[in-house]
């Protein structure tokens, strides 16, 4: 795949540190960036470089909390005096519960848009100055299918992976003139370790992989993809 390495590029994968976020930030590796992986844990961000083996000399990791304004600009802030730049933003963080609208409480509901919609713009928001200067970058934010179409069972998770999906759009309009592209992924059930523990008596067979996630990442970053701005790509049969 032809990805952007002609030079050591830097970026930013939010949840970084298990799981899908893991599994691009591996991808991004083996492509040849310099990454930053973020998580508010740093027990998981340490067993993430573990798994990394060689490719973690190339990555950094940042402890953080994403859904923090503060702690966002101490990231980028960082970001910026270790590495210099920030070509690459992949907004990763997401959570849902299984709760219909009647029984989702304030609590459930604040702590979703946090996780699932404020981290994307606090982060993007934060980044895009510096994507501005340089005059290019890419931001890819992991939606889901809940973001594609409505799913009563998670309906505070939908209207927010909606909303990412929206905030992708707003910001490919904003940013073209700026060189920077915006761009979204929408999996379905993706058979992670938590996911399959979660719901041990599916068939995952159908699911996509962590692995399927990050190749979607690359295609994003490669050049047949240059131009692709605002677009989402599904990754669900049904």
Known sequence: MDVMTEVRRTAIVTGGSEGVGLAISEALLKAGFQVVLVSRSPEKLQAALVSLGNLAQNARTLAADVTSSEQV?????SVLEHEKRVDVL??????????QLVETTDADWENLVAINLTSAVYVSRAVIPLMR???GGKIINI??????RGEGDFAAYSALKHGLVGLTRALADSEAPYGITVNAVCPGPVSTRKMIERYPSLDVSGWSTPEDVAQSVL????????????????????
């Open 219 to 238: 295609f994003l970053l490669s050049k047949p993809a240059e131009t692709m701005n605002g677009q989402v790509i599904d990754l669900f049969k049904n």
């Open 73 to 77: 600009t101490r990231l980028v802030e």
């Open 143 to 148: 939606s889901s299918r809940a973001g594609r």
């Open 133 to 135: 200067e340089q005059k």
């Open 90 to 99: 992949v907004n990763n963080l997401g959570h849902g519960i299984r709760k």
